[in-house]
């Protein structure tokens, strides 16, 4: 299935079938910066053959976030970066959306020309990413991986409950290493009682702009 679209307030893209936008009306990159790599300690964290998980791959975003820190880090070799995406968007809706995002350009082009002509796997010198269409429900639990850091980017649980049931962050502990971590910009209370049944040490972070909170966590 497709990603459903609406654009809004100059250019947000917002899902139809969830009513959720993508990415926060004020500050993306900031938020995904604050959020997914500062809640998982990155780029202090980072090692040879670092391996990031996401849950919901969107416009790809979180991705180009992550590999500008990599760059930024010096790394040697790869990032790999898994991530779940049930409604894929388009090449051209990719584009359109990141086209918000002026500071992503240049790292975001061949990503995004590999996305358009149909790869789910997306190599670069330093990046081996795959994005694993279907629901994750399904796909999560037959995943063979293991991640260092998890991207937990659902729409929120309000409107998008089955990324966030027990099940489900069962499966996330279940696919982290001991000592991997997990950031997500929601703190609603039953996804964090979920994450510590999951096997993770939950925090409850400040949150980007208007949010008071966000959450974190460690994997014993
Ligand atoms: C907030 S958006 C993700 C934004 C993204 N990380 C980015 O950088 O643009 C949430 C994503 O979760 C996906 N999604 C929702 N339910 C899903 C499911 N059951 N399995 C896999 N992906 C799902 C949606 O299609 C959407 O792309």
Redesign the pocket.
Known sequence: MQ?DLDWRDGGIPV?T??D????SLVGGLAE?RHVFLDGNDLPARFVPGFHIA??????????LAALLAWRSAGMDGPLRFT???????TGDEMAR?LSAFPEVADVAAPIVEQWGSGARHITLPDLQAEIIT????Q?LPAWQGMANAW?L???SPAK?P??WNGAMMAAVGAHTHVGGTFATYTAAGHVRRALTEAGFTVERRTGFGTKRHMTAGVRG
């Open positions: 990603a899902s079938r969830f959720d936008p993508y990415f995904t996401e849950l919901g791959f969107g416009t790809g975003l979180n991705l991530s779940f995406e049930a409604y894929p968007m959306a279907g629901d994750a429900q796909t991207f980017d659902g729409f998008n089955e990324l």
